[in-house]
């Protein structure tokens, strides 16, 4: 009989597999280009940082089983006495789980294997390094990634147990919070670190610049966030026509927006955007209305070069909020430079006190054609990680199949909630919304403003208004 998964720690409810809806409680790299199932621990160290080689930790990859009665491919986090163990799910959702309650994750020819996305069973015919190759009981055969592995309690039970996990092969997970070791004169602060980096792509000493902040990061044990949306756990919902492949609007409440993670002794204590320059990209936005600080990206490469870093003093190294348009002014960004020392600021971090919330309890419908936060399975984004040599660098991507956009950007403003349709006809005409931002310039001539109630502006406004820290007069 194979016990069930272990209670110790906070768990939390799971939707479908396909899409990651359990918080994570710590950050574990996950490695584009590598199968779970012969994933190894290794890593490269580039030019940059030879002079002091990063140890990082050695991945058991595991099947686990989960609480819905399925196995899922994983890896193996922290111990806790006497026998629970955390597992770190593929999707990035974890959960505890006993030394019964899991197997080397070793798929072999013959096993009886599930697709979580299709629910296609069958069995595997051939096992690739990146996919097992499925022969279904009718129909052709059919690929299926490990990232969809999933495997009936049954059908473990029944093949599954010469590949038990014994005590001593967990001797190496010890209750610490399984970090790696950072090098002598590493920074501390820099650790608790989590980055968000936004740039002007065609600066043509970006990629130079690129690999002096991913060697600093290593360095120092910072963790890379790839977006907003993998820094908060986001829940809006999409509303669909019969029929329709694409979505008709979008909506989100600001409570289905949080933090990503709880935080202990191993999780990220702080994040700080870095940036080329002052820009109005949605990463730098979405940080400013939120009171995160953006930094320079010279508070990165400095703390590599300098030979007793000072991470600490990030205040100096603060962007321009912005321009104030009208007059050309740049206008100072408005912080808690305390940021990051204690864990209520990132905990509640869509109620920071210090950021100006212009939409703060409203609700806000934003038309445009491109406002619908799009769904990827697999975002396609720019991470050449690996080709770098950056096999090292801690990173959180792909937790959400969206990825930040104006809708995120209102909604960090303070609005109560964001709907986004890409024609305004599209929204639903019994609701009332406080306001109407338009990406459309020549909003006025189609959508005159009502007299009174709802209030009609531009993108233009919405961002000028951020920048001030102040609704401004609509134009």
């Not at 997970?173 to 670190?193: H, V």
């Not at 409440?253 to 949080?258: C, E, G, I, S, V």
């Not at 986004?420 to 406080?434: P, R, S, Y």
């Amino acid at each position: 009989m194979t016990p069930g998964p272990a209670t110790a720690g906070e768990t939390h409810p799971k939707r479908k597999r396909t899409v990651a809806t359990s918080v994570p409680r710590k950050v574990l790299k996950k490695e584009s280009g590598q199968t779970p199932a012969n994933r190894t621990s290794h890593c490269r160290s580039t030019a940059s940082v030879s002079a002091k080689k990063v140890n990082p930790l050695p991945l058991l990859r595991v099947l686990a089983l989960y609480t819905d009665g399925y196995w899922y491919p994983g890896s193996v986090g922290d111990f806790q006495k006497p026998d629970n163990y955390k597992i770190v799910y593929d999707d990035n959702s974890a959960e505890w789980a006993r030394t019964g309650s899991m197997r080397r994750l070793e798929v072999r020819v013959g096993d009886e294997v599930t697709n979580s996305k299709t629910n296609k069973s069958g069995t595997v015919k051939e096992v690739k390094d990146d996919m097992l190759v499925v022969s279904p009981s009718s129909g052709p055969n059919f690929d299926l990634s490990y990232r969809y592995l999933c495997i009936p309690c049954d059908k473990v039970e029944a093949q599954w147990e010469d590949r038990e996990l014994t005590r001593t092969l967990l001797a190496g997970i010890n209750d610490t919070s399984r970090q790696p070791a950072l090098p002598e004169g590493a920074d501390g602060f820099l650790r608790g670190c989590g980055i968000i980096i936004t740039s002007n792509p065609t600066a043509l000493a970006w990629n130079k610049e690129k690999i002096d902040i991913f060697a600093s990061m290593i360095e120092n044990g910072a963790t890379l966030i790839e977006d907003w949306s993998d820094a908060l756990q986001i829940s809006g919902t999409y509303d669909k026509d019969a029929g329709n492949r694409k979505p008709k609007s979008w909506k989100i409440t600001k409570d289905q927006a949080r933090w990503f993670e709880e935080l202990d002794k191993g999780s990220i204590q702080r994040v700080f955007v870095l940036a080329d320059t002052v820009c109005q990209k949605p990463k730098y936005l979405i940080a400013l209305a939120l009171g995160v600080p953006c930094l320079s990206t010279n508070w990165m490469t400095d703390s590599l070069q300098e030979v007793r870093s000072r991470a600490k003093d990030w205040n100096r190294y603060l962007l321009p909020k912005g321009i104030d348009a009208p007059h050309n002014v740049r206008l100072s960004q408005s912080v808690n430079l305390d940021w990051g020392t204690v864990p209520e600021h990132l905990m509640n971090i869509m109620d920071n006190p210090y950021a100006h919330k212009v939409f703060a309890g409203k609700s806000v419908l934003c038309v445009g054609d491109d406002y619908i936060p799009e769904q990827h399975e697999e975002r396609m984004g720019t991470n050449n990680h690996g080709e770098l040599g950056f096999e090292a660098l801690r990173t959180i991507r792909n937790r959400s199949n969206i990825t930040s956009g104006v809708a995120l950007i209102i909604l960090a403003m303070g609005a109560s909630q964001v709907t986004a349709v890409a024609n305004f006809q599209d929204a639903n005409k019994e609701e009332h919304f406080d306001f109407v931002v338009f990406k459309d310039p020549k909003w006025r001539s189609k959508h005159p403003t009502p007299k009174e109630g709802t209030k009609h502006a531009s993108w233009a406004w919405a961002k000028q208004s951020l920048i001030r820290g102040q609704m401004l007069p609509v134009f």
